[in-house]
């Protein structure tokens, strides 16, 4: 397995334009999480999927944000209109639930979005 | 709320030393634990989950403890090498109901030749 494939790897963006940010999770997986990461608050959830249903979206920061799983091998997370404040390192990970505790996640490599 | 907690923040030793580094939450209702590595500039790579069932998980060089009556879990690193230079999170899934992973902040390791 390739493992979580993000692209693009790095963003470089202009304050106001739209950025789409893509993962593909690991096949069987049923789980998947947007993770954000700054020097400042570390590893922040996002939101989580499960079985492409999104679960819990509280950790949106605001309207501007939004993320979609059309199928289980594709998810986005889209900005519009994207701020400067947003650059951070974005972070995809996927994993299997389970009642036993499940497997943990698997992250991808991240997509690092500078907005100018 | 679950907190999860990480020290040192910053520790750096000299190649060759058995080291422990200290994962505290503040629940003790959890399904698992996570230990991840992250190099610079990189993602974050999986090194032990252990279950809530469990004590410890052993890898290689890497042993982590847990112990969910006091809210801890160690990972102990043995014979340090330059290689095991990163930053260590922990992570924490509670039993809430959800599928929610918690991380620390991270303790930043700096192994020297």
């Known amino acids: 397995d390739a493992g979580v494939i993000q692209s693009p790897r790095h963003e470089v963006t202009e304050m106001g334009q739209e950025v789409t940010l893509r993962c593909k999770p690991i096949?069987?997986?049923?789980?998947l999480f947007w993770y954000r990461q700054t020097m400042m608050r570390g590893l922040e959830l996002l939101i989580y999927f499960n079985n492409n249903v999104p679960i819990d979206d509280s950790g949106m920061p605001e309207d501007r944000f939004s993320a979609k799983m059309p199928n289980a091998s594709f998810s986005t997370l889209k900005i519009q209109p994207s701020e400067p404040r947003d650059s951070a390192v974005y972070f995809c990970a996927s994993g299997i639930g389970g009642t036993g505790g499940g497997t943990g996640y698997t992250f991808g490599s991240g997509t690092r979005l500078t907005v100018v | 709320k679950q907190e999860v907690t990480q020290i040192p923040a910053a520790l750096s030793v000299p190649e060759g030393e058995n080291l422990v580094l200290n994962c505290s939450f503040t629940d003790s209702a959890i399904y698992n634990l996570q230990w991840f590595r992250q190099d610079p500039g990189k993602g974050l790579t999986s090194l032990l989950l252990?279950?809530?069932?469990?004590r410890e998980q052993t890898s290689g060089r890497l042993n982590a403890s847990l112990d969910k009556s006091s809210g801890r879990s160690t990972l102990y690193i043995a014979a340090s090498q330059p290689g095991d230079s990163a930053t260590y999170l922990c992570a924490v899934r509670g039993t809430s109901g959800t599928y929610k992973y918690i991380f620390g902040t991270g303790t930043r390791l700096k192994v020297l030749a």
């Open positions: 096949s069987g997986h049923d789980y």
């Open positions: 252990i279950q809530s069932s469990q």
